[in-house]
């Protein structure tokens, strides 16, 4: 936690190449000496030098803000949208997946969004996965090193969905007291809906954390 949540300053990231929703939602064409998150990408496929990556992006990263609505302000954050220009999702030079075949890269995503973090003085990076175990999320979201926060509304489909990526997540990750444990968000939840069933959902989810 912050000591100070309204006015600390975030770093945001849209990272859904399937479906960038918080890019679409500031509805606008980004100006050409910002960066995008495909535009990272590329940076990382040709580069291996962390800090040099760091030093490029944060030269960049200036003009690019997202408003976000506390009770007491508004705050621009820092903010990464997928693309600069809708063409660049039509020509993918490089991708998550083909970052992590490269040598000693398997982590380098989470390296350089730390470091980007941590240059700018933001209190915390949020980067906004696709729904689910592909290839444009897996890089981060199978990282142990990073916290994962599930959203889930109630229906069959999103709670299936989500005990399949808790088993995953939790497959040989031992539950001590400094582990980094993904958290789930059960939303949208009908007023109507029986107390059993919205217990037996969380139960359901719940299972995935018990060890022997």
Known sequence: AFEDTDHAKLLIIDSDLEAPGLTWLQDKQ?????ISY???LTLIQDNSDVNQLVDLVCAKLTTST???????RTVEHFFIPTYRYEEQLLDLYATPESIVNGRNKEYILADVISGICARLGAAVCLVDLRAGIS?????LLLDSRVKKYLVTSTST??????QMILKYLMRGLSIREDSILPEVFLTMVPDGLPSEEKNNMINELHQFYEQD
């Open 157 to 162: 489909q999103s709670i299936r969905g989500t």
């Open 66 to 72: 997202l408003s976000i609505e506390t009770q007491t």
């Open 135 to 139: 290839e444009f999320s897996s890089t």
């Open 30 to 34: 980004f100006e050409e000496d910002t």
């Open 38 to 40: 495909l535009d990272l």
